[in-house]
């Protein structure tokens, strides 16, 4: 136990000379001075968080978190200076080259300097526009691209790394599905040890990151088990789509995806539950707490939960299909596109793909969210048009240049009726599988299975649609309340990004700005 006079001397240095107007030496518990010091810590840090500087990060106005247009242009204008001032090279590939970088590059500058800023702000608002100017750049390759031919296209890429644009093996992952091949008994499990490849850990990383962009677990799962399906159905165009069955549920559904969706959720379910009230780092007193800070720069700066409510309305059921179909024909593309322009699974073209769909996907679904939910928001966001156009593209590329891949027929099954038996006979289509007729009066029709899988799948769809929305009608009532709530929500997450209050949001209605206006002045007499 201290001694009283210990205590007294650590209240003063807490105080300052003078500041006690009672006598605690006799314990005056009516010493309004007195009583926070004993029953609290020294810095009330709930008062803190219940002032009008909620949300406020101070460190966003340090140089640091500046534009710097003008130091930006300074330096361009001297790098384009320096190159002016150097003796021509009479190389005209390398001059072109060389000045279709610097084109590029002075473009993503004028991007990361002048855009907008987007709904993210972690860890530096200037790499979301870096990351949507480079969007604006691939957009733009994929559409000169898109005027070249097939083998135009292949050396263009050459110009890029020279190991681009030559022929490649596609891997059949399919054959011998044996889990245990008894004929090897050197190595009896090496169908296993084969199909564990780069594809994996991006399975398990990939999904756990597509969680969190669409921060909804049957939305995960719905596409996770479509595009297991679609490989069934494209198998016979790409070979990497040929697998085995427990290679499809039971590594990449169940294990990969299914693992990275549950990491995915665990990381959902923190980011929800935390509290997010900042601080500059320099009001931050410990060591460790601006170690936590800096750390934390790297986490989100609000967090919205998405509850996507498909039901509620038919045009929101319509717009849930469509994210799903986009976010499906984006993971065909990825495939499809390194067959058609001959790009090895590994090579690091993809992985820079992959890596820069993430924060355009990210951003996209956030504004496509909020253009479904936000009562006021009117306007689709850039990084969503962007993204559907990318994936158009790439479409369209993957046709132009692989029109003989995506036109393979899907393979059929020979049903022979006869009029005289009440027979069928199944074979598969081929004349070397020709089985002999029963009957001399037979009729022949050629039918896919996938074919008749998704035709089921489409008329299934319809007719449940129609069902819940028309016939027997179970969707969600969206009332006025409802949609005051939500836009009261969107106008506090509105304030948040933009550094104000919950309380300050209404600034943005006339009446109130003025009011606030009359009440500075008020304080500055």
């Known amino acids: 136990m201290k001694r009283k006079e210990e205590v007294m001397s650590e209240v003063d240095g807490v105080l300052g000379d003078g500041e006690l107007s009672c006598d605690v030496s006799h314990g005056d518990s009516s010493c309004p001075e007195l009583t926070p010091i004993a029953s609290a810590p020294v810095h009330d840090w709930e008062a803190e968080k219940t002032t009008e500087t909620d949300f406020f990060d101070d460190g966003t106005m340090t140089y640091f978190w500046r534009a710097h247009t003008l130091t930006a242009l300074v330096f361009m204008i001297c790098f384009l200076l320096y190159e002016a001032l150097t003796p021509p090279d009479e190389d005209m590939v390398d001059n072109t080259k060389r000045g279709l970088v610097a084109s590029v590059s002075a473009f993503i500058l004028l991007g990361v300097t002048v855009t907008p800023d987007g709904p993210f702000k972690r860890p530096h608002p200037a790499i979301w ?275 003989e891949t995506v036109t393979i027929p899907f393979p059929s099954t020979t049903i022979n009726f006869s009029t005289s038996m009440s027979t069928i006979h199944l074979s598969p289509v081929g004349p070397q599988h020709n089985s002999p007729q029963s009957s001399t009066n037979t009729s022949t029709h050629n039918l896919s299975h996938v074919v008749t899988l998704w035709m089921t799948i489409f008329i299934i769809l319809v007719l449940w649609t129609l069902w819940n929305f028309y016939i027997d009608p179970h969707t969600f009532k969206v009332d006025s309340e409802d949609v005051e709530r939500r836009r009261e929500h969107w106008s506090q997450v509105r304030a948040i990004e933009t550094k104000l209050s919950p309380s300050e949001s209404r600034l943005f209605i006339s009446e109130f700005f003025f009011d606030k206006i009359l009440q500075k002045e008020t304080k500055k007499d």
């Open 129 to 403: 526009r870096f990351t949507f100017i480079i969007s604006i750049v691939y957009e733009l390759s994929l559409i000169f691209m898109l005027y070249q031919s097939a083998s135009g296209a292949r050396q263009l890429l050459k110009h890029i790394d020279p190991k681009l644009g030559e022929p490649m093996e596609e891997k059949d992952y399919g054959g011998n599905c044996r889990l245990y091949d008894h004929e090897s008994p050197e190595d009896p499990y090496h169908n296993i040890w084969d199909k564990l490849d780069l594809f994996v850990p991006l399975h398990f990383f990939g999904w756990w990151m597509k969680t969190l962009l669409l921060r909804d677990w049957w939305l995960c799962w719905v596409i996770s088990v479509m595009f297991e399906i679609l490989e069934y159905t494209l198998e016979h165009q790409l070979p990497n789509f040929s697998e085995c069955w427990w290679d499809h549920w039971i590594m990449d559904a169940l294990l990969c995806n299914g693992l990275g969706i549950y990491c995915g959720l665990q990381s959902l379910k923190y980011f929800s539950m935390k509290t997010y009230h900042w601080r500059g780092l320099w009001n931050i007193p410990t060591y460790r707490g601006k170690l936590r800070r800096i750390m934390a720069q790297f986490g989100p700066y609000v967090w919205v939960d998405y509850d996507w409510k498909p039901l509620s309305s038919l045009g929101r059921w319509f717009s849930m299909l469509g994210i799903i179909a986009i976010f499906l024909l984006a993971e065909l593309n990825t495939f499809y596109l390194k067959f058609v322009l001959w790009v090895e699974p590994g090579h690091w073209a993809n992985l820079v793909r992959l890596t820069f769909i993430l924060p355009w996907g990210a951003v996209a679904l956030r504004e496509v969210f909020q253009f479904l939910d936000d009562p006021d928001c009117m306007k689709f966001g850039r990084q969503s048009w962007l993204f559907l156009a990318i994936v158009t593209t790439e479409l369209l590329i993957v046709v132009k240049f692989g029109w």
